[in-house]
């Protein structure tokens, strides 16, 4: 884009239109001073020739490019590497691997017994409430929070039932019971809303003392249960009420 | 389409992009574009000091193979690589400065011109240019960088304006005022002006 310098340098005074005298104003108010300005420009523009850079600036930065290049090149060549391994952890399905590699080393895999107690162990794990101690009991204080905790319980109750119908295996019948026991134990924190009963031998196979329209007692061959009907989930083992002055607490 | 055109007929930004994939052609055609008029402008920034012109030619240019990829291609080559340049030259002042301070104003290297030189008995071109350059010199520098940007190194007041990060308002004013300057002081110029 052209603008006042451009102008003067490549027009005549008497060329410039009204328009563009306005616009030089401030540069020029005669057609003097326009002349001497004209010849100034031209002669600044060409007061320096073009100037020669020695060709020694021109090899050492040959040689930084040729540098660089390879420098790039290696870096290149040792991410593709990095690439590669990270692809291939992704891409070869390692749980496959380690166990092959382990029935070749140890045989162990052959044992089915082990592998199916092994699933049982997996489900287990997946049921968070299974694995809570005594001292993450303590931590739980919302009433909320307890009861879907208990909601999961029971879910995992009724699941380990099935797979309990379904085992043969004692062995892992009772692996499963010490899971419940487990679970149990955890269901009895002292923050949880209790319905009171007078004594425990009030709390009876549809006891009127504890069952009601919401809730009312059941019982199998693991023991009593008091089952909230409306939730149809809850479920606490009467083995485990806390007993207490000849008084009995049941927890929801 | 790289193969169909020849590097002379591709854009500064485009050559960049290539020297971004260590395109040796791309890179000897910026430096055939932009050396001579970079080592001009680093000349007249620096003192007319051509060994510290040349050094600064090459650091230049050794930014864009060392770092290519800080060079926007959404941005003008050009106005990127003066603001780089530029950039430099102040670095360099500071530095001199800071020397000339420590020498406590003994260090000569600002009086590059022979002053003794008799204005009045030589009526040639060469008087005429080191004339000029001494009022260049002699210009605040704000006013001298417009000056030698526009009318030396042919940028255009927006380009400048980018450049040096300021106003086009601020780039032309400053531009009408130091050509008015240097026209005016460089009158006595007349007989070798109106020789043309």
Not at chain 2, 123 to 129: A, I, S
């Given at each position: 884009m052209k603008d006042i310098f451009d102008l003067i340098k490549e027009q005549n005074y008497s060329d410039l239109s009204n328009e563009e005298l306005d616009f030089g104003k401030e540069l020029f108010e005669t057609e003097e001073e326009f002349n001497d300005l004209k010849k100034f420009l031209l002669k600044s523009e060409n007061v320096y020739s073009i100037e020669k850079v020695s060709p020694k600036v021109k090899e050492d930065l040959d040689a930084l490019f040729t540098e660089s290049k390879s420098y790039k090149k290696i870096i290149i060549r040792y991410a593709a590497i990095a690439a590669i391994f990270v692809l291939g952890f992704y891409i070869i399905p390692f749980d496959e691997v380690q166990r092959d590699f382990s029935k070749g080393t140890t045989q162990l895999a052959d044992n089915h017994e082990l592998i199916q107690k092994e699933k049982q162990d997996d489900?287990?794990?997946?049921?968070?409430?299974?694995?809570?101690?005594?001292?993450?009991?303590?931590?739980?204080?919302?009433?909320?929070?307890?009861?879907?905790?208990?909601?999961?319980?029971?879910?995992?109750?009724?699941?380990?039932?099935?797979?309990?119908?379904?085992?043969?295996?004692?062995?892992?019948?009772?692996?499963?019971?010490?899971?419940?026991?487990?679970?149990?134990?955890?269901?009895?924190?002292?923050?949880?809303?209790y319905d009171r009963v007078e004594k425990e031998s009030e709390i009876l196979v549809g006891s009127p003392s504890i069952a009601n329209e919401n809730r009312s007692a059941v019982s199998d061959k693991d023991g009593i249960f008091l089952q909230h009907q409306s939730a149809n989930k809850y479920a606490v083992s009467l083995k485990e009420i806390n007993l207490e002055n000849d008084e009995c607490w049941v927890a929801f | 389409m790289k193969f169909l055109r020849t590097y002379n007929q591709y854009t500064d930004e485009h050559l960049m992009k290539l020297i971004c994939e260590k395109d040796k052609k791309a890179f000897n055609e910026l430096y055939n574009r932009y050396a001579a008029p970079m080592k001009g402008y680093f000349k007249r920034m620096l003192w007319k000091d051509n060994e510290k012109a040349e050094d600064f030619v090459h650091d230049l240019f050794a930014k864009i193979i060392r770092k290519p990829e800080s060079f926007d291609i959404r941005r003008s080559f050009k106005t990127w690589f003066y603001s780089v340049a530029n950039n430099m030259c102040k670095n360099e002042y500071k530095k001199q400065e800071v020397r000339k301070n420590v020498s406590n104003g003994l260090d000569q290297i600002y009086n590059v011109y022979d002053t003794s030189t008799n204005v009045l008995n030589e009526v040639t071109d060469k008087l005429f240019k080191e004339d000029f350059e001494k009022s260049l010199v002699e210009m605040n520098a704000k006013h001298a960088e417009i000056f030698v940007l526009r009318h030396i190194q042919g940028l255009s007041i927006k380009e400048i304006a980018e450049v040096l990060d300021l106003s086009d308002g601020t780039v032309k004013s400053r531009l009408f005022y130091a050509t008015k300057y240097l026209a005016q002081l460089l009158k006595v110029h007349d007989p070798i002006l109106n020789r043309e």
């Amino acid at each position: 884009m052209k603008d006042i310098f451009d102008l003067i340098k490549e027009q005549n005074y008497s060329d410039l239109s009204n328009e563009e005298l306005d616009f030089g104003k401030e540069l020029f108010e005669t057609e003097e001073e326009f002349n001497d300005l004209k010849k100034f420009l031209l002669k600044s523009e060409n007061v320096y020739s073009i100037e020669k850079v020695s060709p020694k600036v021109k090899e050492d930065l040959d040689a930084l490019f040729t540098e660089s290049k390879s420098y790039k090149k290696i870096i290149i060549r040792y991410a593709a590497i990095a690439a590669i391994f990270v692809l291939g952890f992704y891409i070869i399905p390692f749980d496959e691997v380690q166990r092959d590699f382990s029935k070749g080393t140890t045989q162990l895999a052959d044992n089915h017994e082990l592998i199916q107690k092994e699933k049982q162990d997996d489900k287990l794990d997946k049921e968070p409430m299974f694995r809570s101690s005594k001292s993450e009991e303590s931590k739980l204080t919302k009433q909320n929070e307890i009861k879907s905790d208990l909601a999961a319980q029971e879910k995992a109750v009724l699941k380990d039932d099935i797979v309990i119908q379904e085992d043969e295996d004692q062995h892992q019948v009772a692996i499963i019971r010490e899971a419940k026991r487990e679970v149990n134990h955890s269901a009895k924190p002292k923050q949880l809303q209790y319905d009171r009963v007078e004594k425990e031998s009030e709390i009876l196979v549809g006891s009127p003392s504890i069952a009601n329209e919401n809730r009312s007692a059941v019982s199998d061959k693991d023991g009593i249960f008091l089952q909230h009907q409306s939730a149809n989930k809850y479920a606490v083992s009467l083995k485990e009420i806390n007993l207490e002055n000849d008084e009995c607490w049941v927890a929801f | 389409m790289k193969f169909l055109r020849t590097y002379n007929q591709y854009t500064d930004e485009h050559l960049m992009k290539l020297i971004c994939e260590k395109d040796k052609k791309a890179f000897n055609e910026l430096y055939n574009r932009y050396a001579a008029p970079m080592k001009g402008y680093f000349k007249r920034m620096l003192w007319k000091d051509n060994e510290k012109a040349e050094d600064f030619v090459h650091d230049l240019f050794a930014k864009i193979i060392r770092k290519p990829e800080s060079f926007d291609i959404r941005r003008s080559f050009k106005t990127w690589f003066y603001s780089v340049a530029n950039n430099m030259c102040k670095n360099e002042y500071k530095k001199q400065e800071v020397r000339k301070n420590v020498s406590n104003g003994l260090d000569q290297i600002y009086n590059v011109y022979d002053t003794s030189t008799n204005v009045l008995n030589e009526v040639t071109d060469k008087l005429f240019k080191e004339d000029f350059e001494k009022s260049l010199v002699e210009m605040n520098a704000k006013h001298a960088e417009i000056f030698v940007l526009r009318h030396i190194q042919g940028l255009s007041i927006k380009e400048i304006a980018e450049v040096l990060d300021l106003s086009d308002g601020t780039v032309k004013s400053r531009l009408f005022y130091a050509t008015k300057y240097l026209a005016q002081l460089l009158k006595v110029h007349d007989p070798i002006l109106n020789r043309e």
